[in-house]
């Protein structure tokens, strides 16, 4: 984890790692779960979790990031959590990576998994 002026910044092999362990969690929950889900559903559920996580990775409390997540959370969308996500890579990268393309491969490995 890099810090700078005291605040943690994301890398992107950490943002990698934070996707990937969403992953591997929404494994477990297709295997244990018993009926089908729509891909609008999955997709708002794996960038929530990816959002949740990021928050507790950067270790984000104060009221600004606050405020980003409940706005999020209040409209339970896909497109308000990816909002989200994006406001806090853009306040948090350690250097510029391309996470939207981490994120979509994500989406497909999720959207895939869940119609199969």
């Known amino acids: 984890m890099h810090e700078e002026n005291g605040q943690r910044k994301i890398s992107e092999t950490e943002f990698k790692r934070l996707c ?6 929404r494994l477990t929950q297709f295997d244990e ?18 959002l949740l996580r990021l928050v507790k990775l950067l270790n984000l409390h104060n009221e600004e990031t606050a ?7 209040s ?5 308000a959590y990816r909002s989200a996500i994006d406001a806090v ?10 996470y939207e393309k981490i994120l979509g491969r994500l ?8 119609v199969a």
Request: proline share 6%.
């Open 20 to 25: 990937h362990s969403v992953w591997a969690a």
């Open 107 to 114: 989406l497909r490995e999720v959207l895939t998994a869940s």
């Open 75 to 79: 409209i339970e969308s896909a497109q």
């Open 89 to 98: 890579i853009k306040r948090r990268v350690a250097a510029p990576f391309d």
């Open 67 to 73: 405020s980003i997540f409940r706005s999020a959370a």
């Open 33 to 50: 779960r018993g009926a089908p889900r729509s891909p609008l559903e999955e997709e708002r559920d794996m960038l929530r979790a990816v």
